[in-house]
């Protein structure tokens, strides 16, 4: 998983937040059963300015001290999940609408 902080660009103390944040945002995830740095990757980034979205923060950059990586980097990180492909193929039904006047004809959506 990944969390993106955003709007520390206009925080003052914005290392300092960062850091409270995440000190908030830990216990919840590992109750989620999300634990240690292999499953969680800490980001930053604003969206305003486009830091640390494409590329890492200039130093001058109000988050030039975030040394981590970028959103995109994050991304391509991830692992993609392996299925199976002996099992049975599912697909989620977000709607059922009728497609004859009056009802009698269905269609998935």
């Not at 969680?40 to 486009?50: D, H, N, R, T, Y």
């Not at 200039?58 to 099992?87: C, K, M, N, Y």
């Amino acid at each position: 998983i990944a969390v993106v902080v955003t709007k520390l660009d206009k925080s003052p103390a914005s290392a300092e937040r960062f850091a409270e944040i995440r000190g908030k945002l830990e216990p919840f995830l590992k109750s989620c059963g999300y634990h240690g740095e292999a499953s969680v990757q800490w980001l930053l980034a604003s969206g305003i300015s486009g830091d640390n979205v494409v590329a890492p923060p200039a130093p001058h950059s109000p988050l030039g001290w975030f040394d981590g990586p970028t959103v995109v980097q994050a991304i391509d990180r991830f692992a993609l999940a392996r299925h199976s492909r002996e099992g049975a193929l599912r697909v989620p039904v977000f709607a059922v609408a009728s497609t004859k006047p009056g009802g009698g004809g269905e269609a998935v959506v």
